[in-house]
């Protein structure tokens, strides 16, 4: 992967909406979520935390993979749509402009970037939510990346830990 693109999709991670993709066969669907963030530089893991009980956690579990779309903070329509998270028997994607990559799940054109994970593990703690973490198999940007420029945490990303 290249290392460059590696380090500032990593200084973007917690400041963006996500939309969090699993699929199992036909079975897919997706939520948003603001709760991602990078949680080992080699190999590069994230973790996401994700409300318990909802539709797309078997998904993750059974098909030990999962997909993050950095979405564009103006995007009005992917929160309308996955917000609340669609039922498993609706597919959320119908019409929409998706690619795969290493896993499978489907990886919204229209977001800032992308990465696509595999499950490495979960957490349950006795909480709302459950935390899952995933190894970066694959990422990728948009034009619209580029037009984002750096931010504030990528700036005091360049100075040494």
């Not at 909480?127 to 750096?150: N, T, W």
Request: glycine share 8%; proline share 10%.
């Amino acid at each position: 992967m290249d290392a460059a693109l590696e380090q500032r999709i990593a200084g973007m991670l917690p400041q963006h909406p996500f939309l969090l993709t699993g699929r199992v066969d036909e079975a897919r669907t997706g939520l948003v979520t603001r709760w991602v963030q990078q949680c080992s530089d080699e190999p590069m893991l994230v973790s996401v935390a994700i409300p318990k009980g909802t539709e797309i956690e078997p998904l993750i579990r059974d098909g030990r993979t999962f997909a993050l779309t950095a979405l564009d903070p103006s995007d009005r329509l992917i929160p309308r749509r996955f917000t609340p998270p669609p039922p498993r028997s609706e597919d959320p994607f119908v019409g929409m402009r998706l690619l795969t990559a290493e896993s499978g799940c489907p990886i919204l054109r229209r977001g800032l970037f992308w990465l696509d994970c595999e499950l490495v593990g979960h957490l349950a703690p006795d909480a709302s939510h459950r935390i899952y973490l995933g190894q970066v198999l694959a990422m990728g940007r948009s034009e619209k990346f580029d037009e984002a420029g750096p931010t504030s945490l990528e700036a005091a990303m360049a100075f040494p830990n």
